[in-house]
């Protein structure tokens, strides 16, 4: 599952880079100068470096708002209405920049998936890209049942048949919907096992980030453990929304 | 003061503008010291600009209240509610046709924007939102005495990329540069939110004459964050007012015989009648739809507010879904909703009042005008855009974009690049390549809308990467990055990256105007857009005069006139005297500066009339005497102003 392209350490420290202010000529933060404030040039960067973040999947998220609604205060559009066309679009693109990291980063599947592309891992089964694969060639795209769900599963599907059976009969079988409801239940305990399974993963790449070197091991070993949580993760809630569905939820 | 930039409100049924700025004068006495953005009403006095836009006999064209008789006496010469029609292809407006006597132009071909006809002339619906739209600046240009040239605009929140895209087009077309398209529910919490910054989150329920919409934001210092939006737009009090004309209709084809579907002035009628009907039972709980019908007869019926309610309730129970599925988006639940506000003309209704509160568990907010909080969020946004102020200082809007962006995938099916309630400015970078080999363009379509399959979205516009290098099937790679500005517009640019070159691609809006198209309209409209702009400015600077100078009649036989000192008067007596002689003259600076002469030297008087008893005397004498509004935002409360 998880495809380690690369194979050599590759983590690449936060680069606090250094440049001048192009209005006032003093050092620059980041996207805004410090001294000043006025938006600079777009930089090609991550959406962690952009923060000034390393590249750890813990995060404050507090804090990363407040950090939000500070550099939104320098980079919006808004800020720039009347100055140049140069300052203008530094700040559209600064800003679109802004909103794109911080929607990404503040939420935990989103931020998880990020880093795995930033470090060049496909997530196969929920990737657009293999969903577009499996478009232009026809392919089934492979289904991943967790195996310890295989039981589970099957018995679902049948009572989600039934019930959708009974939906479009107009029939109601209350000992089914309980069922269901019961299986549902077990199924979002599951998504927060999982919760916990992909935070364990986490704390696993962070004290790898904070060593500084990854060896390929320790990387594919933690990449492969977030690529099956995630894809547990994305096939339990879809089962989930199956029965909600059903439920009329 | 040169660069105004002014907030306006683009309605269905009836638009304003707004402006902010300071402290109180004798032009402006009512307006209190905390109270900075106001109206600007029209020369009429009145605040709101109905939406009608008609073409008179003269060939002239004609808006507001004045093209109002034009829908009842040449119903084929005048148009409202044209922002239904915004950024839409003929298609989408069959429906909308059936209930509204617009003509189309005969002589539209497939693909083309929209024309309605006119008289002898046809008019696309940017255009004619543009003859609003130069109505309001002339206004707010007789109100400042100066040009106005920048402005923001608002749209429903629910409107797409073509609809907004139509909306700027309109400002352009009207000479105006829109530094902003800013959604209507949003500019509503800045209006609301300027004079109690605290923390927490609001939710905004925007019922208008057609469209719906509601957005729910997070507030933290002055950060005016929304978290999630949506609505309808096409939904609003013309819906019920439909309601309202197809029992009329019903009842006339029964008892009178009479098939009158067809009869625009009969319909216009009927129209005026529910209106006037719908707008009492907001305060009785019953009301007479009384209309004249074409040919002398008479046409009543008495309804209740019960039978009423029970008439509109499915219109008005369109509005929940989106506004759970709002709730729903933000991710929270109704009762962490800390506030509650109503915008729009049809939150007059009893029943939408009662439908929030069960919603939201909630009293929501009414201080402000319904009809103006748009106008004056607008405004502060202006204010915000145009540098800040004390009072804006902290204050920053970050929206979202309603609508989900995506591309046509293989198969019809919609791949989402951008996710609705996103935070815009947004951005998204996608790669393509060719299927077969030699291939030297790439089409794509981009959509809108959270469907499944494309042909369920709304599309926004095929184009086409051309200029790819012939290579082998699947060997190129194409960047192309798709950009949401601050105003919820689409922006689209292409590389191809193997060869490093450039694509050149030509976006195609699916129902937009070209920018040739646009540049043709402001040319065609220069003449009448800088009309006379001396000469026009000439008489109100007279008419002004001579508001200020009935203004000053009226001070002299106050109290207040007594207890200046007699330097003061002599200044006064000078000053007027300037402007009496002034005014006959046909040299604007002149007029202008004797007027601003009096209004100095006036400033203490005014302030005294204030703070005396007497004003409101002299108020209520006015305001009956006059047909301007009350409230801070009419300029001239002491006197209206006289037209020849």
Same mark, same amino acid.
């Not at chain 2, 026009?536 to 203004?551: C, F, K, S």
């Given at each position: 599952?998880?495809?380690?392209?690369?194979?050599?350490?590759?983590?690449?420290?936060?680069?606090?880079?250094?440049?001048?202010?192009?209005?006032?000529?003093?050092?620059?933060?980041?996207?805004?100068?410090?001294?000043?404030?006025?938006?600079?040039?777009?930089?090609?960067?991550?959406?962690?470096?952009?923060?000034?973040?390393?590249?750890?999947?813990?995060?404050?998220?507090?804090?990363?708002?407040?950090?939000?609604?500070?550099?939104?205060?320098?980079?919006?559009?808004?800020?720039?209405?009347?100055?140049?066309?140069?300052?203008?679009?530094?700040?559209?693109?600064?800003?679109?920049?802004?909103?794109?990291?911080?929607?990404?980063?503040?939420?935990?599947?989103?931020?998880?998936?990020?880093?795995?592309?930033?470090?060049?891992?496909?997530?196969?089964?929920?990737?657009?890209?293999?969903?577009?694969?499996?478009?232009?060639?026809?392919?089934?795209?492979?289904?991943?049942?967790?195996?310890?769900?295989?039981?589970?599963?099957?018995?679902?599907?049948?009572?989600?048949?039934?019930?959708?059976?009974?939906?479009?009969?107009?029939?109601?079988?209350?000992?089914?919907?309980?069922?269901?409801?019961?299986?549902?239940?077990?199924?979002?305990?599951?998504?927060?096992?999982?919760?916990?399974?992909?935070?364990?993963?986490?704390?696993?790449?962070?004290?790898?980030?904070?060593?500084?070197?990854?060896?390929?091991?320790?990387?594919?070993?933690?990449?492969?453990?977030?690529?099956?949580?995630?894809?547990?993760?994305?096939?339990?809630?879809?089962?989930?929304?199956?029965?909600?569905?059903?439920?009329?939820? | 003061?040169?660069?105004?930039?002014?907030?306006?409100?683009?309605?269905?049924?009836?638009?304003?503008?707004?402006?902010?700025?300071?402290?109180?004068?004798?032009?402006?006495?009512?307006? @209190?010291?905390?109270?900075?953005?106001?109206?600007?009403?029209?020369?009429?006095?009145?605040?709101?600009?109905?939406?009608?836009?008609?073409?008179?006999?003269?060939?002239?064209?004609?808006?507001?209240?004045?093209?109002?008789?034009?829908?009842?006496?040449?119903?084929?010469?005048?148009?409202?509610?044209?922002?239904?029609?915004?950024?839409?292809?003929?298609?989408?407006?069959?429906?909308?046709?059936?209930?509204?006597?617009?003509?189309?132009?005969?002589?539209?071909?497939?693909?083309?924007?929209?024309?309605? +006809?006119?008289?002898?002339?046809?008019?696309?619906?940017?255009?004619?939102?543009?003859?609003?739209?130069?109505?309001?600046?002339?206004?707010?240009?007789?109100?400042?005495?100066? $040009?106005?040239?920048?402005?923001?605009?608002?749209?429903?929140?629910?409107?797409?990329?073509? /609809?907004?895209?139509?909306?700027?087009?309109?400002?352009?077309?009207?000479?105006?540069?829109?530094?902003?398209?800013?959604?209507?529910?949003?500019?509503?919490?800045?209006?609301?939110?300027?004079?109690?910054?605290?923390?927490?989150?609001?939710?905004?329920?925007?019922?208008?004459?057609?469209?719906?919409?509601?957005?729910?934001?997070?507030?933290?210092?002055?950060?005016?964050?929304?978290?999630?939006?949506?609505? !309808?737009?096409?939904?609003?009090?013309?819906?019920?007012?439909?309601?309202?004309?197809?029992?009329?209709?019903?009842?006339?084809?029964?008892?009178?015989?009479?098939?009158?579907?067809?009869?625009?002035?009969?319909?216009?009628?009927?129209?005026?009648?529910?209106?006037?009907?719908?707008?009492?039972?907001?305060?009785?709980?019953?009301?007479?739809?009384?209309?004249?019908?074409?040919?002398?007869?008479?046409?009543?019926?008495?309804?209740? &507010?019960?039978?009423?309610?029970?008439?509109?309730?499915?219109?008005? !129970?369109?509005?929940?879904?989106?506004?759970?599925?709002?709730?729903?988006?933000?991710?929270?639940?109704?009762?962490?909703?800390?506030?509650?506000?109503?915008?729009?003309?049809?939150? &007059?209704? $009893?029943?939408?009042?009662?439908?929030?509160?069960?919603?939201?568990?909630?009293?929501?907010?009414?201080?402000?005008? $319904?009809?103006?909080?748009?106008?004056?969020?607008?405004? =502060?946004?202006?204010?915000?855009?145009?540098?800040?102020?004390?009072?804006? /200082?902290?204050?920053?809007?970050?929206? =979202?974009? $309603?609508?989900?962006?995506?591309?046509?995938?293989?198969?019809?099916?919609?791949?989402?690049?951008?996710? &609705?309630?996103?935070?815009?400015?947004?951005?998204?970078?996608?790669?393509?390549?060719?299927?077969?080999?030699?291939?030297?363009?790439?089409?794509?379509?981009?959509?809108?809308?959270?469907?499944?399959?494309?042909?369920?979205?709304?599309?926004?516009?095929?184009?086409?990467?051309?200029?790819?290098?012939?290579?082998?099937?699947?060997?190129?790679?194409?960047?192309?990055?798709?950009?949401?500005?601050?105003?919820?517009?689409?922006?689209?640019?292409?590389?191809?990256?193997?060869?490093?070159?450039?694509?050149?691609?030509?976006?195609?809006?699916?129902?937009?105007?070209?920018?040739?198209?646009?540049?043709?309209?402001?040319?065609?409209?220069?003449?009448?857009?800088?009309?006379?702009?001396?000469?026009?400015?000439?008489?109100?600077?007279? %008419?002004?005069?001579?508001?200020?100078?009935?203004?000053?009649?009226?001070?002299?036989?106050?109290?207040?006139?007594?207890?200046?000192?007699?330097?003061?008067?002599? &200044?006064?007596?000078?000053?007027?005297?300037?402007?009496?002689?002034?005014?006959?003259? %046909?040299?604007?600076?002149?007029?202008?500066?004797?007027?601003?002469?009096?209004?100095?030297?006036?400033?203490?008087?005014?302030?005294?009339?204030?703070?005396?008893?007497?004003?409101?005397?002299?108020?209520? +004498?006015?305001?009956?005497?006059? !047909?301007?509004?009350?409230? @801070?935002?009419?300029?001239? @409360?002491?006197?209206?102003?006289?037209?020849?």
């Amino acid at each position: 599952m998880a495809d380690s392209q690369n194979t050599t350490a590759t983590f690449v420290e936060t680069d606090p880079s250094i440049h001048q202010c192009w209005s006032c000529g003093d050092m620059r933060a980041a996207q805004f100068c410090g001294a000043c404030g006025k938006v600079q040039p777009p930089m090609p960067c991550d959406y962690f470096n952009f923060f000034g973040l390393p590249r750890e999947l813990n995060l404050d998220v507090a804090k990363l708002e407040r950090e939000f609604y500070v550099m939104s205060r320098k980079l919006h559009p808004d800020v720039y209405a009347r100055s140049t066309g140069r300052e203008q679009s530094w700040s559209l693109e600064a800003s679109s920049l802004l909103n794109d990291a911080y929607r990404t980063l503040r939420d935990p599947i989103a931020r998880t998936e990020y880093l795995l592309k930033l470090e060049g891992v496909h997530i196969e089964e929920q990737s657009k890209s293999a969903t577009e694969q499996a478009r232009v060639t026809g392919e089934t795209k492979k289904q991943f049942v967790p195996p310890d769900l295989l039981e589970e599963v099957f018995e679902l599907n049948m009572q989600l048949e039934e019930a959708r059976m009974n939906n479009t009969m107009g029939e109601n079988d209350a000992g089914l919907i309980r069922q269901l409801q019961q299986t549902k239940a077990h199924l979002e305990e599951k998504l927060n096992q999982l919760g916990d399974e992909l935070k364990r993963a986490w704390d696993d790449w962070d004290a790898l980030v904070r060593r500084r070197l990854i060896g390929p091991t320790d990387r594919s070993r933690v990449f492969a453990r977030m690529v099956d949580v995630l894809n547990r993760r994305t096939y339990i809630r879809n089962l989930v929304r199956d029965v909600n569905e059903v439920l009329g939820i | 003061m040169s660069d105004r930039v002014v907030g306006i409100d683009l309605g269905t049924t009836n638009s304003l503008v707004a402006y902010m700025e300071g402290g109180p004068s004798l032009s402006h006495p009512d307006a @209190p010291a905390g109270s900075l953005v106001r109206i600007i009403p029209g020369e009429d006095g009145s605040n709101l600009v109905p939406s009608v836009v008609a073409l008179d006999r003269e060939g002239q064209i004609v808006v507001g209240n004045a093209a109002r008789p034009h829908l009842i006496e040449t119903p084929e010469r005048a148009v409202y509610s044209v922002k239904r029609l915004m950024g839409r292809g003929v298609e989408d407006v069959k429906e909308e046709l059936k209930f509204f006597p617009f003509q189309l132009a005969e002589d539209l071909v497939p693909g083309e924007v929209l024309r309605m +006809k006119l008289g002898e002339r046809s008019f696309t619906p940017p255009e004619i939102s543009a003859h609003i739209l130069r109505q309001l600046k002339k206004n707010a240009e007789r109100f400042f005495g100066a $040009p106005v040239k920048q402005a923001v605009i608002t749209v429903p929140a629910y409107f797409n990329d073509a /609809q907004r895209q139509a909306t700027k087009d309109a400002g352009r077309i009207a000479g105006l540069e829109v530094l902003r398209l800013v959604n209507e529910p949003t500019a509503a919490s800045l209006a609301y939110g300027l004079d109690r910054k605290r923390n927490g989150t609001v939710a905004v329920y925007d019922l208008g004459g057609g469209t719906f919409d509601v957005s729910i934001l997070k507030l933290n210092e002055g950060i005016f964050e929304v978290i999630a939006t949506n609505g !309808d737009t096409h939904l609003g009090g013309d819906d019920i007012d439909n309601l309202l004309i197809a029992i009329a209709l019903e009842d006339i084809a029964g008892d009178m015989k009479l098939d009158l579907r067809r009869n625009g002035e009969a319909v216009q009628r009927i129209r005026q009648g529910v209106i006037d009907a719908k707008i009492a039972l907001s305060s009785q709980e019953v009301a007479v739809i009384d209309v004249d019908l074409p040919g002398g007869a008479k046409y009543q019926r008495q309804i209740s &507010r019960n039978d009423f309610e029970e008439l509109i309730r499915p219109v008005i !129970d369109r509005t929940v879904g989106p506004c759970r599925q709002a709730i729903k988006d933000a991710g929270i639940a109704a009762e962490q909703i800390d506030e509650v506000v109503l915008v729009g003309g049809s939150t &007059r209704i $009893p029943l939408v009042r009662q439908l929030v509160r069960d919603l939201f568990q909630r009293e929501p907010h009414t201080e402000l005008n $319904p009809d103006e909080v748009v106008a004056l969020g607008a405004a =502060v946004q202006a204010n915000i855009l145009g540098g800040g102020s004390e009072a804006t /200082q902290d204050m920053l809007l970050l929206d =979202v974009t $309603p609508l989900s962006l995506g591309i046509e995938a293989l198969g019809g099916v919609v791949a989402k690049i951008i996710h &609705r309630n996103s935070t815009i400015p947004a951005s998204a970078t996608e790669h393509f390549t060719t299927g077969v080999e030699g291939q030297t363009s790439v089409a794509i379509h981009v959509v809108q809308g959270e469907r499944e399959l494309a042909k369920d979205c709304r599309s926004l516009a095929r184009f086409d990467l051309k200029g790819v290098p012939p290579m082998p099937a699947g060997l190129p790679r194409i960047e192309v990055r798709f950009l949401i500005d601050a105003n919820g517009i689409l922006h689209v640019s292409a590389r191809e990256q193997r060869s490093g070159k450039e694509a050149e691609i030509q976006v195609q809006p699916s129902y937009g105007l070209t920018d040739e198209q646009v540049e043709n309209m402001i040319l065609e409209s220069f003449d009448y857009a800088e009309q006379d702009f001396a000469e026009r400015q000439v008489i109100e600077a007279r %008419n002004e005069g001579e508001t200020i100078l009935a203004a000053l009649d009226k001070g002299r036989h106050s109290g207040a006139w007594l207890q200046l000192t007699p330097q003061e008067r002599a &200044r006064i007596d000078q000053a007027e005297a300037s402007v009496r002689e002034r005014r006959a003259g %046909n040299d604007y600076q002149a007029i202008r500066h004797s007027i601003d002469e009096l209004n100095q030297a006036t400033m203490r008087l005014a302030e005294l009339m204030m703070d005396t008893a007497i004003t409101s005397a002299l108020k209520g +004498k006015n305001l009956e005497s006059s !047909d301007v509004e009350d409230g @801070p935002a009419a300029p001239h @409360p002491i006197g209206k102003a006289e037209f020849e």
